[in-house]
């Protein structure tokens, strides 16, 4: 069973003939008289390893080779230059090019047969390898999220009033980003983040985080630390660089009067506008032992009264165009089912 499939490339047909009768009998190959030709055969089958011929008429080797390099799916493929001439130049600019490997006419035989299974098995190992890594980054992005999942269990455990709290101001801090154009890769990173933004919770002393009734001022200091102690468990986390900040920053408000650092505008990183929009809101309208939930219209006039102060007004405005055709609401509902089956 013939493995692998080499395109041929030359405008003679001679040459065409003499490589056919070298490699037949160990690969399938398609032979193609111009770079056009080539470059149709390309539409149909992706071959695993190309000969190009450098001197052609109408388009010569060189601009074949770009062509091909023009498509993505096209531009790993191995490609291995022959040509007549001997000019060292020639051999380096084609290496240069991104060639894999030069051959010089008249062919050897065994030189391109040895040549070509070099380079071939060179290609395989080298996916082999990719096949690998993203087998293992996948396996060690899963574990991280396992990770992530142990420890928000952990801070919810510890105080019923904010059960579910994280998963839902993930689910919003995730649609939020969504709606403002994120891509998805960076949509989930800010998902990974907002269910950790209260992590640092568990460096609170029960007395203080269970309290029920109001907090002395000393108290509401030190649970505003929360911010800081979360921020430094996450930065333990060095394979995921980006948690720290939101733990670090969902405080702080728009108009510079937040904590821990008082930031305001811009200069708050965006994941901690954003998680804070989501967070008030999760406060508004869940249940708490110190107070009743709010209903949706209330905590909407109360979000929008801290636009600009509290909160960033473009991301509010998102987050308010979300809550108006139900996005929010639904969010709210699926978590509350998960919560329902995992009880
Ligand atoms: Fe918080």
New binding site residues.
Partial sequence: MKEHTILVVDDNRTNLQIIRDILEKDYNLMLAISGKAALKFMTKKTPDLILLDLMMPEMDGRETFAAIRMNPRHKNIPVIFLTANKDEDVEVECLNMGASDFITKPIVPEVLKRRISNTLELEDLHRDLHGRIRKKTQEIELLSLQAIAAIVHAVEARDIDTKGHSIRVAGYTRAIARQMGYSENIVEQFYQTALL??V??IGIPDSILKKKGRLMPEEYESIKE??TI?ANILSAISTISYLEDG?RY??ERFDGSGYPRGLAGDEIPIIGRIIAVA?VYDAFVSRRTYKDTMSNSSARKEMIAGSGTQFDPGILSVFIRLLDNGTIDEIRQSCEEEEERED
């Fill in positions: 933004h209260d640092g919770k929360h911010t979360g733990a969902h405080h967070d």
